[in-house]
């Protein structure tokens, strides 16, 4: 209830504000202040001040964490300034609706967010009621036309959560076309290309220099040969604006900032390329412009299993694997280290099981008391009686807190093994199966929360329920046939016919559940999903679609549970219709055998209250079936995951656990594709030698295959024929753990976790002293920036480290990846996020460790890659080229990386 009373501090769904009928789109920020909510002592902007004329092109340049995003988020009013406004054609952006004016805007993040859906749906989210025409022409514009056609499914294709089936250049092209598609008066790009080669970057900064004409754009870039064009850049630093001007204006000055940053972007092969290609290096642009035309990206998209949000509504009629029947006696296994709380905690239960027979014994005795003629023994028994009920209070008080305590404690511990065994267990399993849609993350996070949850009921509660409702049926039965044989006879004769129609329901509303279960999880990931997502939901104003997926999401529990209603209630009736009949049948009875002198008044009441007791005790057990049949489902689920054996094992007791790698690596004859896609071959017959001590470059477009080979290597998945060997050894036969920490791992996008700096570097490595620590961190160019923030190394990084930049995300990530100093490093993309300062202090650091090293690089960036012992140019998972730097630039025009270069040199010197 706090969560749903709590009133927004900037409310996206209020109608108050006001709406403009014309947008010119001059943006202009007043002497802002802003520091972060959850760092106020932080400053981020001091002051800024900065106009931004309608119609034209601004961009932002700065080292990492100078506040250039925060630019872009104080805009969209993600957050509101501290001190100071920001205003759009003259009037703040406070006093205008806050849906309105983010359709006004469209947004390209660093890290482009996809939802588990089509690539249809997700560009879509841009304009919902946009044409199949206009949705091409949107991803025409992004450069994504030609690489989702080759999908076999088009733009029905699913990109899975998070996007995970798309390659990172194409899930920005995605991304471009989404806001290409709302078409709106301000672009804003935060590092929009940077995860795009260097063809597709050219091709795609063409398009949306195109998309930019009459529009206010807002572009953040560390490659500046995105922005030269730009009609004003700025020069940011520590939140401040340091330096203004066009291109012309700023690269005059050689002693500025902007000037000591391009200087530091030009790439060293711009004088080999002359040499190499002469005055032939314009021919050369133009023709890789053809090629570039004439060349598809070899689209691997890994799975289309993934269903989309829209289609959680039919999730409930898609039907899994039987999971087998649960063992109730591995659950109690699981147990055994609290015996002794079972043994006091069933002791408790069996004795109040046993309270109620006698409460309904001396219940009926005391109203045959009422019947005596001698007041004096009515109030010597009722005294009696009163005594024993008081008796039976204190015992109902203790041995309840005996049951429930003991079975608590054991629900708990139990709670707590199931969830290490369970997290251990999947940690284990193989990339796979996390590709596959009924594992996704809030799968996986609802069946450790809530399954978990339902089996320490099962075990806690209904544990005691199911043995006092034994305790109480005996006791009663044989309290009936001793003082009233023939009449509790035909009341025991009748229970049957009650636990008949209880146990029906249970196994009608067991079988019921467990679709219900796996329609309320499609909800459970929908919302974490969007959670998860929640800034490009904002800023595309996408929280009425996501509500009304939402809603299509719960149209199959909510149907089910209707239906589940009818049968229960028509089960609950039948079981109360037949009570009412047995007590008819009962009362009948016993008056014949009274009349027939064959028992006493006394002894009706007696037997009756007793047996009636046990019926009620009965319903009682029989309402819980609910919780029964879904115990059941989870124990089963749980059961599931401890019991599958993953088909890569990391901790292979038989595996070779080496103490020490030299690095030699070498890939043999490998096929491969995706487990969820066996149709889109990726590799055939590929092959490539990585010698050990040496660094091995990966080029090519995107999707061509450089990211599989480092999955892999790190055995991610396994080929489908050939063979991987590191030291000369097929990698199935070591032991994975011991292997992979040999082996050091930068993605392209960052992973953080929740948690501090210093737990996020020594992530991986068992022992580090604080020495080591910082030495990596220094490394990796992060140690100053660090040392700055006033909580140091015990910074929170907040969760997936969204407290700190993209760049300074991925200085962490390539500090730990040194701290493990691993023999084999894999580095994927890992300068893509830095500004040019730091991408030149942090590649000298790695051209420093990589030396001696076996390292592969994925790279779209050529200059960080020209040192590279090895360049393999990949097209469409082969190799059409490998060599040196120089010895590819020796091949002329002719050669594949020469493309590559020029290409990427025309836009550095465009």
């Not at 002791?347 to 003629?373: D, E, H, K, N, W």
């Not at 919780?627 to 599931?640: M, N």
């Not at 920036?785 to 907040?798: A, E, H, M, R, V």
């Not at 407290?803 to 023999?823: D, E, F, V, Y």
Request: neutral net charge; aromatic residues 6%; charged residues 20%.
């Amino acid at each position: 209830l706090e969560l749903i009373r709590r009133a927004p501090k900037i409310d996206s769904e209020t109608d108050a504000g006001e709406e403009r009928a014309n947008v010119a789109g001059e943006v202009e920020f007043r002497n802002v202040e802003f520091c972060y909510p959850s760092r106020p002592e932080s400053p981020v902007l001091k002051s800024f001040s900065l106009r931004v004329p309608a119609g034209h092109t601004v961009a932002l340049v700065g080292s990492s964490g100078s506040g250039k995003s925060t630019v872009i988020a104080l805009l969209e009013r993600f957050y509101d300034p501290s001190a100071g406004e920001v205003t759009l054609d003259g009037v703040d952006i406070r006093r205008l609706r806050l849906k309105w004016l983010r359709a006004q805007m469209g947004l390209v993040s660093q890290e482009p967010a996809l939802f588990a859906t089509s690539i249809r749906e997700n560009i879509l989210l841009g304009k919902e009621d946009a044409t199949s025409e206009e949705v091409a022409a949107a991803a025409k514009a992004a450069n994504a036309h030609d690489f989702i056609s080759q999908l076999p499914q088009g733009y029905d294709t699913q990109v899975g959560e998070r996007g995970i089936q798309m390659s990172g250049g194409q899930k920005q092209r995605i991304a471009i076309a989404r806001a290409i598609l709302k078409s709106p008066k301000i672009l804003l790009l935060d590092e929009a290309t940077s995860a795009l080669d260097t063809n597709s970057e050219r091709v795609l900064q063409e398009a949306l220099d195109l998309a930019s004409m009459g529009r206010t754009t807002i572009v953040i870039a560390h490659r500046l040969s995105t922005i030269r064009n730009a009609h004003l850049i700025v020069v940011m630093e520590s939140g401040e604006v340091k330096e203004l001007g066009s291109h012309d204006q700023l690269i005059a000055n050689e002693n500025g900032l902007y000037s000591s940053l391009v200087h530091l972007q030009q790439t060293r092969y711009s004088r080999e390329a002359t040499e190499a290609g002469g005055t032939g290096r314009t021919s050369n642009v133009e023709q890789s412009k053809s090629q570039n035309v004439n060349r598809r990206d070899s689209a691997v998209c890994r799975s289309s299993s993934t269903r989309s949000m829209g289609d959680a509504k039919n999730d409930c009629n898609i039907e899994k694997p039987k999971l087998p029947v649960p063992s109730f006696r591995r659950l109690l296994l699981l147990n055994a280290p609290e015996w002794k709380q079972a043994l006091i905690g069933g002791f408790s239960a069996i004795v109040f099981g046993g309270i109620q027979p006698a409460y309904s014994y001396a219940m009926g005795s005391m109203i045959s008391i009422y019947f005596l003629r001698d007041h004096e023994e009515i109030k010597d028994k009722t005294r009696t009686y009163a005594l024993f009920f008081a008796a039976l209070a204190v015992l109902t008080f203790l041995v309840n807190i005996g049951q429930h305590y003991s079975f608590d404690v054991m629900g708990e511990y139990l709670t707590k093994r199931i969830r290490e065994q369970m997290l251990e267990k999947i940690l284990t399993f193989e990339i796979e199966w996390f590709d596959r849609d009924d594992n996704s993350t809030g799968v996986i996070c609802s069946q450790l929360a809530k399954d978990t949850n339902i089996v320490r009921s099962l075990m806690g509660d209904r544990m005691s329920l199911v043995i006092q409702t034994i305790s109480a049926v005996f006791i009663a039965f044989i309290m009936g046939l001793i003082i009233a044989w023939h009449l509790a006879l035909v009341m025991i004769a009748a229970q049957p016919i009650v636990v008949i129609c209880f146990y029906a329901r249970r196994v009608l509303l067991k079988s019921m559940s467990k679709k219900s279960i796996q329609a309320q999880s499609e909800c459970s990931k929908l919302a974490a999903e969007a959670v998860s997502n929640i800034r490009t939901i904002t800023a595309f104003s996408s929280q009425g679609h996501i509500l009304r997926l939402f809603d299509q999401a719960q149209e199959g529990p909510r149907k089910e549970s209707i239906r589940q209603s009818w049968f229960a209630g028509l089960g609950l009736g039948t079981s109360m219709s037949l009570l009412r009949c047995t007590t008819a049948l009962d009362f009948w009875y016993g008056g014949r055998l009274i009349a027939e002198h064959h028992i006493t008044a006394k002894a009706l009441f007696q037997t009756f209250t007793i047996l009636v007791g046990t019926g009620r005790v009965i319903a009682d057990a029989g309402s819980v079936t609910t919780d029964l049949a879904k115990g059941a489902d989870a124990v089963a689920s749980v059961f599931a995951i401890l019991d599958r054996e993953t088909e890569i094992n990391p901790d292979n007791r038989e595996g070779y656990k080496p103490e020490k790698l030299l690095g030699e690596v070498d890939i043999k004859g490998v096929d491969f594709a995706y487990p969820s896609r066996p149709d889109v071959i990726i590799f055939k017959g590929f092959s490539l030698s990585i010698q050990p001590g040496m660094s091995t470059a990966l080029v090519g477009q995107s999707g061509s295959g450089k990211s599989t080979i480092i999955g892999l290597i790190e055995r991610f998945y396994e080929p489908l024929r050939g063979v991987i060997e590191v030291d000369g050894r097929d990698i199935k036969t070591y032991n994975l753990r011991a292997l992979r920490r040999h082996i050091g791992l930068v993605s392209q996008e960052p992973t953080l976790f929740a948690g501090t700096i210093r737990e996020n570097i020594v992530y991986g490595t068992e022992i580090a002293s604080e020495a080591e620590i910082e030495k990596a961190a220094r490394s990796a160019n992060a140690h100053d920036f660090i040392s700055n923030l006033k909580d140091g190394y015990d910074t929170w990084c907040g969760d997936q480290g969204i407290h700190l930049s993209g760049g300074q995300k991925q200085r962490i990530a390539i500090a730990r990846a040194l701290l493990k100093n691993p023999a084999i490093l894999l580095l994927d993309e890992a300068t893509s996020a830095l500004d040019s300062q730091s991408e030149k202090v942090v590649q000298e650091a790695l051209d420093r460790v990589l030396v001696g090293r076996t390292s592969v690089v994925v790279a779209h960036r050529l200059s960080t890659i020209q040192n590279c012992d090895l360049i393999t140019v990949l097209e469409k998972g082969i190799v059409v080229e490998a060599g040196t730097h120089a010895s590819l630039m020796a091949k002329g025009p002719a050669g594949a990386y020469f493309g590559l270069v020029s290409l990427q040199q025309g836009s550095n010197h465009h």
